[in-house]
């Protein structure tokens, strides 16, 4: 049966506000990407933020904290470890003792915030969630699983313009045979919000191919203000969520939310693709190695070298055994063997045919 057409700005019941009918995007597609004045990092006072609670994260948080305070000696900012609670999550979300003491002699500042929409269900949501929980001041949020190998300073951010990070892969949408294709999709969701279209496509890329239209890994994000971000990121996410367009009939969002309405806040805020001053992310500075074992797999050496490197000292070690991928892989130096796995000079292209390699080889942990 055809579901009868929907207004442009229809949201659910449960909003925390209302779609707007027209966001002040009105970038040309050169005005989009022009870099010429950003503004400089040391210029500039901000503050970097990750998100951690028992289990994995835990651990990824000391290592993100030490190898940061490691790179960043001048970082003039808060390091923020944003910490989920509520009713919403139904195991112990609290960091331990002896990691939390780990963390707070790298001078972290701890912001708890409550799941209100998202929590256990959708632990992807922490990122959407806890920027309204922040400080009031330009913010660079990175995922836990975050290495950093050189100084932030080196780097030109111009909070103004939002921007996110583009190592990513073609994960959604995934276009039926018979339609509609990426262009009826991303459009029918910029249209829901009452956002200018056209200027957000690549058109160096051929029509109805994925990296035509904006789309973002999660992995890293900035802005100038947490709180108008985050407001926004929460009314598109649940609005997509609760009252999903038509055309996403048959598109899953999970585990994708977020990374599609992360493009749709960040036009909306007179952002977009990262330019070529922020090319250290994922690259020089930051390292987004995901997990222990594909780090070993196709990271450079000098990130492995700093995991290694921040969990040497023994009052750290002793912790961060606990977690069975640092002790094996990282402690034990079994890492070395995923890594003669491959050749790094031809590595897959897909992440899951690294995934899989590595579980033959009985190497994957998480």
């Not at 994260?57 to 305070?69: M, P």
């Not at 203000?225 to 009939?249: C, H, M, Q, W």
């Amino acid at each position: 049966m055809t579901k009868a057409p929907r207004k442009p700005t229809t949201a659910s019941k449960d909003l925390t506000s209302k779609p707007r009918k027209k966001a002040p995007t009105t970038k040309s597609a050169a005005q989009a990407t022009d870099t010429s004045a950003p503004s400089p990092v040391a210029a500039r006072p901000f503050n970097v933020v990750c998100i951690a609670q028992a289990g994995r994260l835990a651990y990824e948080a000391v290592i993100f904290a030490r190898s940061f305070r490691a790179t960043n000696p001048d970082f003039k900012g808060k390091l923020i470890v944003a910490t989920p609670t509520g009713e919403r999550w139904r195991i112990e979300t609290a960091i331990p003792g002896a990691i939390r003491e780990l963390l707070e002699e790298m001078k972290v500042t701890f912001v708890p915030f409550e799941n209100k929409v998202f929590g256990q269900s959708y632990p992807h949501g922490n990122k959407i969630e806890m920027l309204t929980a922040l400080p009031d001041e330009p913010f660079f949020f990175f995922d836990t699983d975050t290495i950093f190998t050189g100084p932030l300073s080196d780097l030109q951010i111009d909070f103004s313009r939002p921007s996110a990070s583009m190592r990513r892969e073609g994960t959604w949408p995934e276009p039926p045979l018979y339609g509609p294709g990426y262009t009826a999709i991303w459009k029918s969701l910029y249209d829901r919000f009452g956002l200018e279209f056209e200027s957000t496509l690549d058109l160096s890329k051929p029509d109805e191919y994925w990296q035509r239209y904006l789309y973002f890994s999660a992995g890293w994000f900035f802005g100038e203000s947490p709180k108008v971000f985050g407001e926004r990121f929460l009314e598109y996410a649940t609005s997509i969520r609760n009252d999903p367009p038509d055309e996403l009939a048959c598109q899953s969002l999970d585990p994708w939310l977020d990374q599609v309405a992360l493009p749709l806040v960040i036009h909306s805020l007179g952002g977009g693709r990262p330019g070529p001053e922020l090319d250290g992310l994922d690259g020089a500075i930051t390292c987004h190695y995901r997990f222990i074992p594909l780090l070993y797999a196709r990271e450079p050496l000098k990130a492995i070298a700093m995991i290694e490197e921040v969990i040497a000292p023994n009052p750290v070690k002793r912790v961060m055994k606990e977690y069975e991928p640092l002790k094996k892989l990282v402690l034990q130096r079994k890492g070395e063997r995923v890594r003669a796995l491959f050749d790094q000079e031809n590595l897959p292209k897909r992440e899951h045919v690294l995934r899989n390699t590595i579980k033959r080889a009985g190497f994957w942990m998480r």
